[in-house]
Antibody
């Protein structure tokens, strides 16, 4: 059974940094593309970043470009999101999501980790 | 970026009703569209991909159609478990974008 477990969320001051992690199990992690998707409280879904299976190609939403960095360690079945220069508008539940394999849509999601940016 | 517009934003319906949700793209995305269901406090669940392909394990009362810029998600006979928020997502190009959501409420 596929499991994605995020961690690393918490309360951080504006301008601060956090590193989110997502540990995958139940599938061959190294063969699938992954993304981070976030959801601000009471709001809709916003795609944040993408990484291909080897970690050689990444994409970012304009809202986080230059501040967030996605990476992965296939040996550890882990996905990461380094978030710097955090802003209040980055407050959200962050989900890691596995791509189905035949397109850029997501068949499995983690339970999410809450990031709160506030002074 | 491609903008995705869903309508309505809220829909009130009864068990057994046929429900249709519309999603419009700001430019053609061929059939690169997915639909998700989300319940409060839970992660989204994939229902439909490539506009009309039913994800494994999803009940057949869910169906998707459309191409280009206009798409629909139809629930043929609404069940109690279907009251939730539904999102469309284009997967034609990065940045990937979601619609604003449609909340299906009990009438």
């Amino acid at each position: 059974e596929v499991h994605l477990v995020e961690s690393g969320g918490g309360l951080v001051q504006p301008g601060g940094s956090l590193r989110l992690s997502c540990v995958a199990s139940g599938f061959t992690f190294s063969t699938f593309e992954m993304s981070w998707v976030r959801q601000a409280p009471g709001k809709g879904l916003e795609w944040v970043s993408y990484i291909n299976n080897r970690g050689t190609t990444t994409h970012y939403a304009d809202s986080v470009k230059g501040r967030f960095t996605v990476s992965r360690d296939n040996a550890k079945n882990s996905l990461y999101l380094q978030m710097n220069s955090l802003r209040a508008e980055d407050t959200a539940v962050y989900y890691c999501a596995k791509e189905l394999g035949s397109g850029d849509y997501f068949d499995y999601w983690g339970q999410g980790t809450l990031v709160t940016v506030s002074s | 970026d491609i903008q995705m517009t869903q309508s309505p934003s809220t829909l009130s319906a009864s068990v057994g009703d046929r429900v249709t949700i519309t999603c419009r793209a700001s430019q053609s995305i061929s059939t690169w569209l997915a639909w998700y269901q989300q319940k409060p406090g839970k992660a989204p669940k994939l229902l439909i991909y490539k506009a009309s392909s039913l994800q494994s394990g999803v009940p057949s009362r869910f169906s998707g159609s459309g191409s280009g810029t206009e798409f629909t998600l139809t629930i043929s006979s609404l069940q109690p478990d279907d009251f939730a928020t539904y999102y469309c997502q284009q997967h034609n190009s990065y940045s990937l974008t979601f619609g604003g959501g449609t909340k299906v409420e009990i009438k």
